[in-house]
């Protein structure tokens, strides 16, 4: 194997468990007071991470597409420089109905690969809130993952998703646990922390800055090569184990921009990857994002 080949596997590998989270329905609110859908949409900040169970908390009755793109201008796994420079994106198609059923289509393209169209993922979940103040979110997922190249190692996944946040809907954080499996298995965990900060708010126009923190935390096969001594010689031998530790922590500074059904969102992200034990002087790595997003009404 090649190191180009290395780099794209361990893109898989450890950049898979990511895009499960970037890409699940967690989702935090804002209070409304609205009677029509119609209003209800030009209020609403059109963000993976808000307008989901801002419409459940409306009572509505509701059915649309949410369509987005996202770029990245460069490309990292948990955090880690892969030594190939290269954008990537990810288009969206999701759709959400009152009933909590959500489905999506989404994937990825990497600037450098080949194949560019790495994967093609398709999900089914369902969302729902808990408590009189529906202040707690979840959603259950699974996620059936399509590879251009074949790659069998990791083609499902099962996603749960629970959501906190204050009164105010200005402090949040979400847990997401989710089981990866194929022809190997692994598990991950993430934590995200958010502030919600409205700069400026009209019927039909937000500006907003949400900084925001996530913890990733997963299982992880780790190989080591080491000099030990048998029989009074010296040899090199290799050493496979698990681990199940934090592998990335990641701030996320985006400034969002929502125009009627338009969403806009400009992000600086700085990765700080935790050591594991066959990894020495890991740097801190940094990217930009963008993001465009459209919602389609299919209730009128």
Not at 79 to 102: A, E, K, M
Request: proline letters at 2%; one cysteine or more; aromatic letters at 16%.
């Amino acid at each position: 194997m090649n190191p180009f080949q290395e780099v794209k596997l361990a893109i898989k590998y450890l950049g898979l468990l990511l895009f499960t989270i970037a890409t699940s329905f967690c989702s935090f609110a804002q209070e409304n007071n609205d009677d029509d859908i119609d209003d209800l949409l030009d209020e609403l900040f059109f963000n993976d991470q808000q307008f989901l169970d801002e419409l459940i908390e409306s009572d509505l009755s509701y059915s649309f597409l949410y369509t987005s793109a996202s770029y990245n201008n460069n490309t990292y796994f948990s955090g880690r420089d892969s030594g190939t420079d290269q954008f990537n994106l990810i288009p969206q198609v999701s759709y959400y109905h009152s009933s909590g059923f959500n489905a999506s289509i989404s994937g990825i393209y990497y600037q450098n690969f080949a194949p560019s169209w790495d994967f093609t993922s398709l999900s089914l979940g369902y969302f729902n809130t808990l408590g009189k103040k529906k202040n707690i979110n979840y959603n259950l997922g699974y996620t059936k993952f399509f590879y251009t190249d074949g790659f069998d190692g990791f083609t499902n996944s099962f996603d749960i998703n629970v959501g906190v946040r204050n009164k105010k809907r200005s402090l949040g954080t979400t847990v997401a646990a989710s089981y990866l499996f194929g022809s190997d298995a692994s598990y991950q965990l993430v934590s995200s922390s958010f502030v919600n900060l409205t700069l400026k708010r009209t019927q039909n126009f937000a500006l907003r800055i949400q900084p925001r923190i996530n913890f990733i935390v997963a299982k992880q096969n780790i190989t080591i090569n080491r000099v030990v001594t048998v029989l009074g010689r010296r040899v090199l031998r290799t050493f496979n184990f698990d681990v199940f530790d934090l592998l990335n922590t990641q701030v996320n500074i985006p400034i969002s921009l929502t125009v009627k059904s338009w969403d806009f969102e400009l992000g600086y992200n700085i990765n700080l990857p935790n050591s594991l034990p066959n990894e020495t002087n890991l740097q801190a790595t940094s990217f930009f994002n963008f993001s465009v997003g459209y919602l389609f009404n299919l209730s009128k």
